[in-house]
């Protein structure tokens, strides 16, 4: 079978990191998995890394009649048999190109699901999108539960606590994030008087709000801006506590990653998390935008380590039954396996 994975956002962030997942995942399960994606885009890269086949195509939107050209031609020189679109721009130029001449999978991860109706299949991240595809017509036979995925081996070695200990929580500064609850949560802190340091990965349009939020909160020399983080493993075996302040997070890879490399971790509820977390047994859970709340929280695991420690062991053990790439790979070809049968039988139908 060869596997088309398409995805025309040029940006770093969770949507992004699953594609390369699954192109990588596909592959290592003996598929010819390709790649098609935006000239430009960060994750060429990661995929020439990977030594992932990569085709690159430039467009203007969904609506530019070239890409859809450009992409049928190559779809067809590929002969690709399925077609599976990251995120919006994908799905609509896909669709266009297609024709319904080759099985179409849109991959959704957020609540933008109005053009899904059009897929032969769509996969989706938690129950509560599977829920929003099925009230807007989409049969929940051709919607499958296919949550993000994380590599996992074993567990690193941690080793000793740091003295203070260190909280810490990444990703784009936008408002959705919740990164201003944070840095008021680390300043009720520090009002208590509980020792702590803190980092804050990323980078966006509000960064200097929140480094001047953090100033103003008497946070110098206490919490440090460590710009776009590139070595995921040494940020979350650095820290002791991962933080998700998220306001809307409609699954959150970072708590996939934060559970494999064995850290601690404080969420939201927020829509991705809560579909994932048991609370109090793998991780603490928080109502969004309580800062106080996430202080209380936070303040917990740094006093009581063997409550940190017993979340991380049963947070490891969750990610590695349920999230490794290899299992939700796994689920992948089982629904792609279900697809193309779908589609011989339709054919033989149709005469």
Not at 262 to 268: C, D, E, H, K, L
Request: hydrophobic share 45%; with cysteine; net charge positive.
């Amino acid at each position: 079978m060869r596997i088309a994975n398409i995805m025309f956002s040029k940006g770093g962030g969770g949507i992004e990191k699953a594609f390369v997942d699954y192109c990588e995942g596909l592959r290592d399960l003996g598929y010819q998995s390709v790649a098609i994606t935006a000239a430009g885009a960060m994750v060429n890269s990661e995929l020439s890394e990977l030594k992932i086949e990569t085709h690159s195509i430039s467009n203007m939107g969904e609506w530019d009649i070239f890409a859809v050209m450009r992409l049928r031609k190559l779809l067809l020189e590929l002969k690709i048999d399925v077609v599976i679109a990251h995120a919006n721009r994908a799905f609509g130029l896909s669709r266009k190109a297609i024709k319904g001449k080759i099985p179409l999978v849109g991959v959704v991860q957020n609540y933008n699901t109005s053009r899904y109706n059009a897929a032969d299949m769509v996969f989706t991240t938690t129950y509560d999108l599977i829920d929003t595809l099925a009230k807007q017509g989409i049969p929940k036979e051709n919607i499958f539960h296919i949550p993000n995925m994380v590599k996992c081996g074993e567990l690193p070695h941690r080793g000793q606590r740091n003295s203070p200990p260190i909280i810490g929580t990444m990703g784009r500064f936008v408002a959705k994030k919740g990164f201003d609850v944070y840095i008021d949560a680390l300043k009720i802190l520090k009002e208590r008087g509980v020792d702590f340091k803190a980092i804050l990965g990323g980078n966006g349009v509000e960064e200097n709000s929140l480094k001047a939020r953090a100033r103003d909160g008497g946070l110098d020399g206490k919490l440090s801006f460590s710009g776009w983080v590139l070595n995921k493993k040494d940020f979350y075996t650095g820290i002791d506590i991962f933080c998700l302040p998220s306001l809307h997070e409609p699954f959150g890879i970072v708590l996939l990653e934060a559970f494999a490399y064995g850290a601690p971790v404080i969420s939201t509820d927020s829509e991705g998390p809560r579909d994932i977390i048991t609370a109090n047994y793998d991780a603490m859970i928080v109502a969004k935008g309580d800062a106080t709340q996430l202080a209380n929280a936070l303040e917990t695991l740094i006093k009581d380590p063997a409550t940190s420690d017993k979340l991380a062991a049963n947070a490891f053990a969750k990610v590695r039954t349920k999230y490794a790439q290899e299992v939700v790979c796994k689920r992948i070809e089982e629904a792609l396996n279900i697809l193309l049968e779908r589609m011989r039988v339709k054919a033989l139908k149709a005469g």
